[in-house]
């Protein structure tokens, strides 16, 4: 008769980190139940057990995880698991690697987006869905080029039509503006209509 599998949140403090310890060296068959344990540990701030003082050094210096793969055995598990419920049989034959490749796509997306998602990482390649993924990344990239370069020639045209001059000329105009301007608050407000530029074309792609 198999042993019987306890869940992380009825484990001891020992009983986490030895399990951690045995799951760790089988990433890739391991993943949701490495990153179920981590985010307990995490979450219950048990890593001060161990006399840490913050995750990252623990999983790091006892298990020589670096934090980045252990933020991503977590988020993986968060979303997939507990956010989305998928049975945990599919997660596992869709692998870790291509969770991670989807993910990007994932996290504020509605249902059925990510229901194709998920049915793209089952059902394509691995190649091919790197190369779709790549290209998809490409064509966001590419579409964000072409609108700030439509706002920007945008604004030559409108600044050199209202001071009649060159672009070289309007450049000097501009530095003479800025030169004893208060550039603390410039950042702030470009800050701020960049963040808004950026939201109003995310909205129109939607």
């Given at each position: 008769m198999p042993p019987k599998t306890v869940p992380p949140e009825a484990m001891s403090a020992e009983e986490k980190f030895?399990?951690?310890?045995?799951?760790?060296?089988?990433?890739?068959?391991?993943?949701?139940?490495?990153?179920?344990?981590?985010?307990?540990?995490?979450?219950?701030?048990?890593?001060?057990?161990?006399?840490?003082?913050?995750?990252?050094?623990?999983?790091?210096?006892?298990?020589?995880?670096?934090?980045?793969?252990?933020?991503?055995?977590?988020?993986?598990?968060?979303?997939?698991?507990?956010?989305?419920?998928?049975?945990?049989?599919?997660?596992?034959?869709?692998?870790?690697?291509?969770?991670?490749?989807?993910?990007?796509?994932?996290?504020?997306?509605?249902?059925?987006?990510?229901?194709?998602?998920?049915?793209?990482?089952?059902?394509?390649?691995?190649?091919?869905?790197?190369?779709?993924?790549?290209?998809?990344?490409?064509?966001?990239?590419?579409?964000?080029?072409?609108?700030?370069?439509?706002?920007?020639?945008?604004?030559?045209?409108?600044?050199?039509?209202?001071?009649?001059?060159?672009?070289?000329?309007?450049?000097?105009?501009?530095?003479?503006?800025?030169?004893?301007?208060?550039?603390?608050?410039?950042?702030?407000?470009?800050?701020?209509?960049?963040?808004?530029?950026?939201?109003?074309?995310?909205?129109?792609?939607?």
């Amino acid at each position: 008769m198999p042993p019987k599998t306890v869940p992380p949140e009825a484990m001891s403090a020992e009983e986490k980190f030895n399990a951690l310890a045995n799951l760790k060296d089988k990433l890739e068959d391991n993943f949701i139940s490495l990153g179920q344990l981590l985010s307990e540990i995490k979450r219950s701030k048990l890593y001060l057990y161990k006399g840490y003082e913050n995750f990252k050094d623990f999983v790091e210096m006892e298990y020589q995880l670096s934090g980045t793969l252990a933020g991503k055995l977590m988020s993986t598990f968060d979303l997939f698991i507990e956010e989305m419920d998928i049975d945990e049989t599919e997660v596992k034959e869709i692998g870790f690697d291509r969770l991670q490749m989807i993910k990007p796509f994932m996290k504020n997306a509605d249902w059925n987006v990510r229901d194709e998602w998920i049915h793209k990482a089952e059902e394509m390649p691995f190649k091919e869905l790197r190369e779709h993924i790549k290209e998809l990344k490409q064509k966001e990239k590419e579409s964000n080029i072409d609108l700030k370069e439509v706002y920007i020639e945008q604004f030559w045209e409108k600044m050199t039509g209202w001071f009649n001059c060159s672009r070289k000329e309007l450049n000097f105009k501009l530095a003479l503006y800025f030169q004893d301007a208060d550039l603390d608050n410039i950042k702030k407000i470009i800050k701020e209509r960049q963040r808004l530029f950026e939201l109003e074309t995310q909205n129109k792609k939607e």
